[in-house]
Each structure stands twice: as structure tokens, then as C-alpha cells.
């Protein structure tokens, strides 16, 4: 990235050559030199200690595991000694690093009313404070895990499993991130909040980096949990009491690490499904984004109706807990009209057969219904092949699913995201720039056979550019060619 920095990949062994900075490490790969994380790396040879005390490679790459140290202890116990000693260390650092930041930023910008609002530091600080509360119990329970007089002994996994359902305070953090960023740049474009918040990191004694510095940590630090519990699991034997608990540890941080990131994309999408509704016209009643935060699946059905049967070609849009029904405009096929909605909550699927059914008295093909419980209303669909009805089917359980598993995890958006995402969308809306259609539901209508003519022409040329063009005629040419008298 930086003329200054270190380029590496997975597999190379960087020569240390200034270790000073515990961020940043100065090193060399063959006759490169740079600055280089510490933190992306693993120290295999401690120039501290003797060479003989680390692993030697026998034939086929493998390590040598019959050599012994103290106590019966094999090269690998004492790799996991090493990797060990690591996560203990770091989380003590890390503990310190959010200390720092609570008392030496928040506390500090708390007793300046004049010039941070409460909503200002929740958005520059997030919920690091809830962070580093729960912090300090993980690392006292890891403590009371380690092995003191063996720590290849000590039994962490344990600790990693009971605080899981905890670290998941981590996706409200790096989901504010951004915004802390936006918000950080805003402010230190002005002289007095550069001054202070440099003041507040040389009170502190904090190492010379600047708070957006400081405040990625924490995202650092939960994406690190799963590579750590990788490298303890390479070094703990099958038999070792700890392995089940690192190797069940390794799963669940990798689950917590892979919630986050769909959270992150769920928050994404709201912005998305805001600008959608936007487009649409003549909307009515609730926002989607009141019960809504996913689209599961879209497509065209025909609806059949009571009393009449009357067959309705219509666009349909499943998010979780409702399905939105839009008309298609005649002659703009990119432009949707709100037509109604279904609340998914109330509603079964039922697998309609070929042939003629019984409660519409019509013949149907590749058809469905939706039948709600308590009012006992029965809508029924018809799509036009039978892999289309099965994609469909397929993704009212994808709805189901998807609903029970917000309610296990606790998945939820805030009113203020659901208010600003539509006031995003309002704010494009009026700007005067043309309604966009987001991409999953753009790539279906553009595969329509209709043809979009621009709006902001007049009416006559409208019709000019629809009309196809005629070839020119070669009549006067022929008369020309023809006539025996000219000029």
C-alpha cells in the first residue's frame, strides 16, 4: 500500500530487524524491507531463546515431536505453551488498549458537554464500553484456566465457548464502525478537536496513534479469536483434555465471526430495500422496513382471485414476514405500482396438484396457495413453469427459516436505522434523480422483452423513437435517372 510497507504472503518468514512498537514491526524479506503488522503475524523463533528450544523439521516437512523438554514435555507441547502464552498475553494487552480508550477518550470527552453531544460519542465509541466490560471477565476466566507450572496443560476452550453467545455484542460495534470514521473525519477537520484528542492520548500515555487507530482494534481483535484457536488446535493432541472444547471453541468463533458479517450485509440491505420502496409507486400503509430486513426471493406469478377467478399477471416480492404484490405499468415495464400485501406470520403453504381445484373451481396448473389460519382466506398462485413453483416453494421455507433465526440470535434493526435508511431514499428520491430499481429486481426486469422509452421527452418524439426506421426511398432517384429534360 505505502512505499514504507512490507508486502508478504501466507508462508513467509520476515527477519524482525526493529520490534520497538508493538503495532508495527520493521522487517526484511530477502532484500525487501518495511513496516509490517505485528498482529498478522506469528513469532516462530524468539532470538531471546536458544535455537534448540523450537521445533526442527525432519523428512516430508513434518516436525519432530520425539524431541523432549522438561516435565515429558514434546516440541509440540511447547508450541502450544507458545500459543497459549500469546492468547493470554494479547487479551491482557487488549484489555489495557480499551481501558485506555474508555478513560483516556470517553471519560475525558464526557466532561466537554460543549463540544460532544451523548448521540456524537455513541456514534464515535459504538458500544465499546459494554466491549471492554465483558473483556474483563473473558480474560479473568481465561486466567483462572491457565496453567501456571505447565500452561501446555491449561484448558482455554472452555472459556472461548461459554463467552460466544457474548461476543456477539462485537456485530453492533463493526456495523457502527463506518460511521465512527465519517463522523472522526468530520470532526478533526477542525483545529480544537485535533488538539484535544491528542491531548486526551498523551494524558493517557497512549503510543502515538490516532483514535481511528485505536478504535479498530476491537474488529481486529474478533476476527483474530478463530486464527488463534486454528494455531491451538494444530498443537493439541487428540488425547489432550482440551480438545473437544478448543476444536467445538474453533466452530463457534467462526460462527460468531460469520454472524457479524451477516449482520453486516443485513444492515447494508436495508438501504437497499429503503430505495426499492422508494421506487414504487403509490405505496400505501407501513414501511417495509418496519417488519422487513431481507428480500428472500422475487419473481412473477399470476394471482387468482375470489369471487370471480379472475387471473391477475402481478410481480411479487418475499421478504420475511410479508409478501408485497406490485402491477406492472403498461407501457414502462420498469415501473411498479403497490398493489397489496400479504403477513407471512398467518399464513401455511399449501402444494396445489395439476387439474381442477376444488376451492376456486378452476383447472390450474403449477400452482400454490397461501391459506391463512385464522381467517381461513385462501390466495392462490399459478406459476408459468414447474421449476419457477418449486423456487418459489423453496423460498417460503427460506422465509421461515430465516424468521426463526433472527428470533434465536436476536437479530433486530434499530428505529434510527430503519428513519435514517428511509430518509436516505426520500433524500435521492427529491433530488431529482431518476428512480433507480436495485439490482436484484433490475436483472429480472431487464431481461424483459419490453421496450423502456425515456420519460423526459415529449410526447411526439415519444412516438418518433418508437416508430421503426424506414429505409430511404430511391423514387425521385429512379425519376431523375428516368426524364429526358433537365437543368
Not at 523438554?69 to 498475553?89: A, H
Not at 471492554?132 to 473473558?138: E, I, P, S, V
Amino acid at each position: 500500500m505505502d512505499d514504507q510497507e512490507l508486502g508478504f504472503k501466507a508462508g513467509d518468514v520476515i527477519e524482525v530487524m526493529d520490534a520497538t512498537n508493538k503495532e508495527w514491526w520493521w522487517g526484511r524479506i530477502l532484500d525487501s524491507e518495511g513496516w509490517f503488522p505485528a498482529s498478522f503475524v506469528r513469532l516462530r523463533v524468539n532470538q531471546d531463546e536458544p535455537m534448540e528450544d523450537y521445533p526442527l523439521k525432519v523428512e516430508g516437512g513434518k516436525e519432530d515431536d520425539s524431541r523432549r523438554f522438561g516435565m515429558g514435555q514434546t516440541t509440540k507441547d511447547q508450541m502450544r505453551t507458545n500459543v497459549i502464552n500469546e492468547i493470554i498475553s494479547t487479551e491482557r494487552d487488549y484489555i489495557k488498549h480499551l481501558k485506555d480508550i474508555c478513560e483516556g477518550y470517553i471519560k475525558q470527552c464526557r466532561k466537554r458537554a460543549d463540544m460532544f453531544t451523548e448521540e456524537q460519542l455513541k456514534t464515535i465509541f459504538g458500544n465499546i464500553e459494554d466491549i471492554y466490560r465483558c473483556q474483563k471477565k473473558f480474560v479473568k476466566a481465561l486466567e483462572k484456566k491457565f496453567n501456571k507450572d505447565h500452561p501446555h496443560l491449561s484448558e482455554v476452550g472452555s472459556c472461548f465457548l461459554e463467552y460466544q453467545t457474548e461476543f456477539q455484542i462485537y456485530s453492533e460495534y463493526c456495523n457502527n464502525h463506518p460511521n465512527a470514521c465519517m463522523e472522526l473525519s468530520r470532526l478533526t477537520k477542525v483545529n480544537k478537536y485535533v488538539y484535544f484528542f491528542e491531548a486526551c492520548r498523551l494524558l493517557q500515555k497512549m503510543i502515538d496513534i490516532s483514535l481511528d487507530g485505536f478504535l479498530l482494534t476491537p474488529v481486529q481483535k474478533i476476527c483474530k479469536y478463530p486464527l488463534q484457536l486454528a494455531e491451538l488446535l494444530k498443537y493439541t493432541n487428540p488425547q489432550h483434555r482440551d480438545f473437544k472444547d478448543v476444536e467445538a471453541a474453533l466452530n463457534a468463533m467462526k460462527n460468531v465471526a460469520r454472524l457479524i458479517n451477516e449482520r453486516k450485509r443485513r444492515l447494508e440491505n436495508i438501504d437497499k430495500i429503503a430505495q426499492w420502496q422508494s421506487s414504487i409507486e403509490d405505496w400505501e400503509g407501513e414501511d417495509v422496513l418496519v417488519r422487513s430486513s431481507e428480500l428472500i426471493y422475487s419473481g412473477e406469478l399470476a394471482k387468482i382471485s375470489h369471487p370471480q377467478a379472475k387471473s391477475q399477471q402481478r410481480m411479487f416480492f418475499l421478504f420475511d414476514h410479508q409478501l408485497v404484490c406490485c402491477k406492472k405499468d403498461l407501457l414502462r415495464r420498469d415501473i411498479l405500482y403497490y398493489k397489496s400485501r400479504i403477513n407471512m406470520d398467518d399464513m401455511e403453504i399449501l402444494d396445489v396438484e395439476d387439474g381442477k381445484d376444488k376451492d376456486f373451481n378452476i383447472s390450474v396448473k403449477n400452482a400454490f396457495k397461501l391459506h391463512c389460519r385464522d381467517t381461513e382466506e385462501v390466495h392462490l398462485f399459478c406459476a408459468k413453469k414447474p421449476e419457477q413453483k418449486q423456487r418459489w416453494l423453496k423460498a417460503f421455507e427460506n422465509e421461515r427459516r430465516q424468521v426463526q433465526l433472527d428470533q434465536e440470535t436476536g437479530f433486530s434493526i434499530t428505529e434510527v436505522q430503519k428513519k435514517q435508511a428511509m430518509l436516505n431514499a426520500s433524500k435521492q428520491h427529491h433530488a431529482g434523480k431518476p428512480k433507480a430499481v436495485t439490482r436484484p429486481y433490475y436483472d429480472f426486469l431487464m431481461r424483459q422483452k419490453h421496450p423502456t422509452l425515456p420519460t423526459t421527452l415529449p410526447q411526439q418524439q415519444v412516438f418518433m423513437l418508437a416508430e421503426p426506421k424506414r429505409k430511404p426511398s430511391n423514387f425521385w432517384q429512379n425519376i431523375s435517372r428516368l426524364t429526358p429534360f433537365r437543368k
